[in-house]
């Protein structure tokens, strides 16, 4: 697409995809296109929209608006536009916007006061009971179809160590996984035996596998995918890419006005 957007999330089949596009200042739009760009449906329009994640059929999506001076607010949508639904909590910032596995809940990550610790909240889909899940470790990024664990992660900046996390739901405890690791998601593998996570470096991004049984890691992470090129994790202050699970479909948002410039070398 050629509009300025970021905020890729492809859809678990990897067939659609949301984003948001930024035609002005202060104006954001979310949309959702097939993963060619074709068939867009334009979702909804506020003055700082971020996108969530997708249920587990594709049929529906979260979303949040950040509102200057107003709070932020959670929305559940259908992917077709239809059952628009927002979601109590009392959330002045949210960041991220997690639907469950079992498409029954939602987790919320965000500052009940601005600049106040990161919180997670889960609330009903429906919008019934809502409560605060754990606090201090990072944002909640994914949920393994078990249901027993989050994984969050930390970025670079914020409060606590960088690195990828673990939530146990079961006592809400926050267990380190790979400290130090500067990612924006970690994503669990489409067997569920592993996760994955992005990392760039000068030149280049690198997707690596790190294996994951029963809430603990196994080994040291492994490279699944090297892209020969570089692309930035974040633009506009949120996370800039995705991948499907599968690793078949990287996406990823190119600023307007930005430029690559290439070395050829001769044999």
Known sequence: MSEDATQPIISPDGKRLMYITLPAPQWTELWVSDIDGGNKVKLATGENLGTGTWAPDNSRLSFQELRFGAGSRVYVVGADGSGLRQLPLPLQVVNYSLLSPDKKTIYVTGEEKRSSTQTVWRVNTDGSNPEKFTDSCGIVTDADASGQYLLSVVWSGWPGETGIYEVSISDRKCIPLLPGVVTAYA?????????????ASRGEVTIYRQPWKDGKTIGAPQVALKAPFAFSLWYAEHAAYDFSRDLS????????GQADLYLLGQK
Do not use: C, E, N, Q
Request: proline share 5%; net charge positive; aromatic share 14%.
């Open 249 to 256: 479909t990287v996406v990823y948002a190119h600023p307007r």
């Open 187 to 199: 994503t669990i593998s489409r067997d569920g035996k592993s996760f994955l996570y992005a990392v």
